[in-house]
């Protein structure tokens, strides 16, 4: 009796000598501000940290604001695909791309547009424009010098003449290949010794609501001119003069005189639309444009350059 008397004693002792260690840890956890979430991770932490000493202090760390662990990922992640992005990076990349296509028009001489009632009009090419270096812009779409621009623009126009990109010196006489006026496009062709920068031509479709855009032209003769701004509408029939034009984007990314014929572009420097109009009691941007979806544009061209 006395033997199991001496044995239960050492054994409650036993217990509660092991009950208060247990008691200690939780407190000093709980001080440390590790929960039961991270006490059933410490097998798992102390078999690392014997395989892998170096891991012992970096695998917690608690942050000063809230004085809580966070758990760091082991292992470095390597891949040619993992880069830093940037809203800002990205606009100037999709920029780069197209920019160096975009071309500015301008004439000798141009005759007097028909008036058209209302405040949804293209911008019309007039005299003024002329004194401020062009008319217009374009978009060239083949290496070998054909570029896609407005008709209305060329239209009334003699002597047409075409200013690359970072070609300041070097103008080009430029004719006319073929033109839509249901579109209200055109295409010119000009001959230089050496290929063009082409742009690429996107998915029109692809655009939704809300997405941005941005636009590259010569306003007011101000070439190479960037805006951006957001897709309003992307189904928008419009009535110009006679001519009903279906189905294009409306977006309020602000167009002005000579920024018709110059691309919309997404964020990808893909070209997916022509500017070509604005709504204005003005005669400048107020806030509404519109823009010839591309996918139109392309059945046009396909038979146009071979």
């Not at 270096?133 to 010098?145: C, E, F, L, N």
């Not at 010569?218 to 897709?231: A, K, M, R």
Request: charge should be negative; hydrophobic fraction near 45%.
């Amino acid at each position: 009796m006395n033997r199991f008397k001496e044995f239960l004693a050492s054994y409650l002792t036993g217990l509660l000598s092991i009950l208060l260690v247990l008691n200690v840890i939780i407190v000093l956890f709980a001080f440390m501000g590790i929960g039961w979430q991270q006490m059933l991770q410490v097998p798992t932490y102390v078999m690392e940290a014997l395989q892998d000493p170096s891991r012992l202090l970096s695998r917690w760390s608690t942050t000063v604001e809230t004085n809580h662990p966070i758990r760091k990922t082991s292992g470095v992640v390597a891949g040619s695909n993992i880069q830093l992005v940037c809203s800002d990076e990205t606009f100037a990349a999709a920029v780069s791309r197209v920019r160096p296509a975009v071309v500015n028009i301008s004439c000798e001489s141009i005759g007097r547009a028909q008036e058209v009632s209302g405040n949804l009009q293209f911008d019309d090419p007039a005299q003024d424009l002329l004194n401020v270096g062009g008319i217009g812009s374009g978009i060239i779409i083949d290496p070998r010098g054909y570029i896609l621009t407005c008709y209305h623009l060329i239209s009334r126009a003699s002597n047409i003449t075409v200013t690359p990109f970072g070609y300041e010196v070097m103008r080009y006489r430029a004719r006319l290949i073929a033109k839509d006026e249901g579109l209200n496009l055109a295409v010119l062709r000009i001959n230089t010794a050496n290929e063009l920068p082409a742009a690429t031509l996107g998915d029109s479709a692809q655009m939704e609501v809300a997405d941005v855009v941005l636009a590259i032209g010569s306003p007011f003769g101000l070439e190479q001119s960037v805006t951006h701004g957001i897709v309003s509408d992307d189904h928008r029939d419009l009535q110009i003069g006679a001519r009903l034009y279906r189905e294009m984007m409306q977006t309020d990314v602000p167009i002005n005189r000579g920024s018709s014929g110059g691309p919309l572009i997404n964020i990808n420097g893909e070209v997916i639309a022509i500017n070509m109009a604005i709504y204005s009691p003005t005669g400048v941007y107020s806030g509404v444009s519109f823009a010839m979806p591309i996918n139109q544009a392309k059945t046009f061209l396909a038979r146009t350059i071979q």
